[in-house]
């Protein structure tokens, strides 16, 4: 029920009902005789006033709403008519006005306009991209400005147009995904999708998306997060990933990532070469076959102390030097990068350098005293001759003999020193090895039938070298003649050559007794010999001689005899030359 209210030409009220006191807070009494103006708000009495006047002098209805300020100074919203009741010669008799209280309405529209302004506010406001459009026909009916710019359209060319005219959404089934979820009544969140900006360029979003209702139409809210710079962020780590991993897996190093509990996490390929496939295993079943972890594990010190470690360990009979270093993973665990590098190589050259740095020494101490010794051996030798010749000293020529043979022995060994020196000028001409071989067979073969032993030539299909033939003649007999006093009497003696990949191989086979661990290590040591007459410079001479060839030698001995394989480098590939 509406207030009612019956007010005098004056504007006084003559009479009120109970809903009139009930909005205005005024009773009845308190009504009567009280200008009717009174009650409105003083921010709405001179617009409602003004209206009145205008409606009343063309004898109007005043519909209008407006504040009430009550008795009790409650502001409430209502909606007034005043009409006026005329005489038959249009005089105004006085008025009739109904009032109808609106605030509930009014805060209610009030919130919404409120709500309505913070939702627009966000959605301009916000970084994500959005949209709003219709279901009924697929057109765009607002759109916030960050996807306006980043699609860069105007609101313009965007707002109005249907998402099949608007070429936007790369792939029509995202679209159609977003359509088929909502209309499932099921919300679309952070689903994956490409979108087309005005230029052209293919962006990539996270789409979420649900159905509202605006302007008691169905439509379809989306938002969009670009991770389009993520994405190529993310590419590019993963570019960087996998360029680390492809170093990683082909360095010449076993390389492991080992968790606190010894648990493998990555091997790379040489490791896995090297020890086998360890996915799934831990680093002492990986590296020792062992069932429990190893004592004092450098492992655990890189763990518990958070420090590099370095050692050196031997594993299969082969020493390798190791590298514990503590990381994290990206996710903050804890790991233990390894690295281990076989420096089988490394202690063998090692050994070599002062192998020919002794040579050296020697070669030079021989290059500077060689010729000051053998000068005055030569006048000792003539004057032994001399007076050996002379009937005075005929009873003496057993001595004078002895000592010639004894300077010629000395000289021979001046000779073997000289071959050691570091700088000594060589011959180098294209030469076929196999033909100094054959040329100095009958020498060997004579010293063998002279010792009760044979000869055996395996020769292959070689190419010629830069050699010096005097040099290599030496080496060959020296290597020979070793093997052939190496053997007791019916053993055979093998010379072989052949090629190997990128390398022209000679070998020298015995069948001996092979060459003890400790006199292993010696060989080409100058003074070294395990023969009661020998000098020890024999095999040094050996080594000097690949080394000025550039040719390296290596040793495979074992009770069965020993083998000298020495290793010269073809310059180039070359076609086999046939014998």
Not at 92 to 102: E, K, N, P, Q, R
Not at 149 to 157: D, F, I, L, Q, T
Not at 445 to 459: E, G, N, R, S
Not at 468 to 494: F, H, S, W, Y
Request: aromatic fraction near 8%.
């Amino acid at each position: 029920m509406s207030g009612f209210c019956q007010i005098s030409p004056a504007g006084l009220c003559v009479y009120s009902n109970e809903q009139t006191s009930s909005i205005t807070g005024y009773s009845s009494e308190e009504m009567l005789g009280m200008g009717w103006v009174k009650a409105i708000h003083p921010e709405d009495r001179h617009r409602v006033v003004a209206k009145w006047k205008k409606c009343n002098a063309n004898r109007d209805t005043l519909g209008t709403s407006f504040r009430l300020l009550r008795k009790d100074g409650e502001v409430v919203w209502v909606i007034g008519q005043i009409a006026p009741f005329l005489a038959e010669d249009h005089r105004v008799l006085g008025y009739i006005a109904t009032l109808s209280d609106v605030t509930g309405r009014k805060k209610a529209e009030k919130a919404l306009q409120l709500s309505a302004e913070r939702f627009s506010k966000a959605f301009n406001a916000s970084p994500s991209m959005m949209a709003i459009y219709r279901l009924a026909d697929d057109r765009f009916v607002d759109a916030n400005n960050s996807l306006l710019e980043a699609a860069g359209y105007s609101r313009a060319e965007f707002v109005g147009r249907t998402v099949t005219d608007l070429p936007f959404w790369v792939e029509e089934k995202t679209r159609n995904s977003i359509t088929g979820l909502l209309q499932g009544k099921e919300a679309v969140h952070n689903l994956e999708g490409r979108f087309l900006t005005k230029t052209g360029e293919v962006r990539i979003g996270l789409v979420s998306a649900e159905v509202i209702e605006l302007n008691s139409e169905p439509c379809m809210f989306v938002a969009i997060n670009d991770i389009t710079e993520q994405k190529r962020a993310e590419a590019a780590i993963e570019v960087e990933r996998r360029r680390l991993f492809t170093v990683l897996h082909n360095l010449p190093a076993n390389i492991a990532l080992v968790e606190q509990d010894y648990s493998v996490r990555f091997a790379n390929n040489y490791f896995c070469e090297s020890f086998g496939e360890s996915s799934g295993k831990y680093c002492y079943e990986a590296l020792y076959g062992r069932k429990t972890p190893c004592e004092a594990c450098r492992i655990d010190k890189i763990f518990q102390e958070r420090v590099s470690c370095k050692w050196e360990q031997v594993h299969n009979g082969r020493p390798y030097q190791l590298y514990g270093y503590p990381i994290h993973d990206i996710d903050g665990t804890p790991l233990a990068l390894t690295m281990s590098i076989d420096i089988s190589e490394l202690k063998q050259l090692k050994e070599e350098m002062l192998r020919l740095d002794r040579l050296n020494l020697i070669g030079e101490m021989a290059a500077g005293i060689g010729h000051e010794i053998r000068n005055p051996m030569t006048t000792v030798r003539g004057f032994l001759q001399f007076l050996g010749a002379k009937k005075a000293c005929a009873g003496y020529k057993d001595f004078f003999d002895l000592m010639i043979e004894e300077l010629d022995r000395a000289n021979a060994i001046i000779t073997e020193y000289l071959s050691l020196a570091k700088n000594k000028n060589i011959e180098l001409k294209e030469q076929n090895l196999n033909f100094i071989v054959k040329s100095l067979f009958p020498i060997i073969q004579a010293d063998a039938m002279l010792a009760d032993k044979y000869v055996a030539l395996v020769l292959g299909d070689i190419p010629a070298l830069p050699l010096d033939e005097k040099e290599i003649r030496q080496l060959i007999l020296n290597l020979a003649r070793n093997g052939l006093e190496a053997m007791v009497p019916g053993g055979t003696l093998t010379i072989r050559t052949y090629n190997d990949a990128d390398k022209v191989v000679l070998e020298v086979q015995d069948k001996g007794q092979g060459i003890a661990p400790d006199a292993l290590k010696k060989l080409g040591t100058p003074f070294f010999t395990t023969k009661d007459k020998g000098t020890g410079l024999g095999l040094a001479v050996c080594y000097s001689i690949a080394t000025r060839h550039k040719a390296k030698i290596e040793v495979k001995t074992d009770s069965g005899g020993s083998i000298f394989v020495v290793q010269f480098q073809r310059k180039s590939p070359v076609a086999p030359q046939m014998n």
